[in-house]
């Protein structure tokens, strides 16, 4: 997805909006290279905005024990290491790993990107989604939901469940 693309779900995202008014064609003009540009280098930092407008894109996706692509589907590690490798940063593949590489990041000042680590299967770190702002997080929950879904910090169950956050940073 290019970057207009990915501001598009971002303002969709973070905005509420359902919709996108089409422009018409003839108000654009493109200057396409003869030779194709080299692919981007790794990146200074996280596109934290570009990260999370992506990161939502994936809602719906399916639900996939050991998934990591959106053709197939993710669980929750997959989706996460998915996410964060697309934007070049390398995390490793699952939730407690993730936990155990990442600084802590204390509760009252996550941002969005962080990770949010739940205890779903007794252990403090059985389950991660990336957080997006306004209390909301990304993540594949388990075979039951089915699907990656956002749900809301204070639901009573993910709330009753959080057990830290970590911050990727470069």
């Not at 919709?19 to 200057?31: K, L």
Request: net charge neutral; aromatic share 8%.
């Amino acid at each position: 997805m290019g970057a207009i693309g990915l501001f598009l779900v971002a303002a969709l995202v973070l905005g509420g909006c359902s919709t996108v008014a089409p422009v018409p064609e003839a108000e654009f003009t493109v200057n396409v290279p003869a030779e194709p540009a080299p692919p981007p280098a790794a990146p200074a930092s996280i596109d934290t905005l570009g990260l999370v407008a992506y990161a939502a894109s994936m809602q719906g996706k399916p639900y996939v024990l050991g998934g990591d692509s959106p053709r197939l589907g993710f669980d929750c590690s997959g989706l996460v290491h998915h996410v964060f490798g697309t934007f070049h940063f390398e995390l490793p593949r699952n939730a407690a790993s993730m936990a155990a590489s990442l600084p802590q990041v204390p509760l009252s000042n996550i941002q969005a990107a962080d990770l949010l680590f739940f205890n779903t299967q007794g252990s403090p770190y059985s389950h991660v989604g990336i957080y997006l702002g306004d209390g909301r997080f990304v993540h594949a929950p388990s075979p039951r939901t089915g699907r990656v879904i956002i749900s809301t910090m204070s639901n009573q169950y993910w709330h009753g469940r959080l057990s830290g956050a970590r911050r990727p940073s470069l």
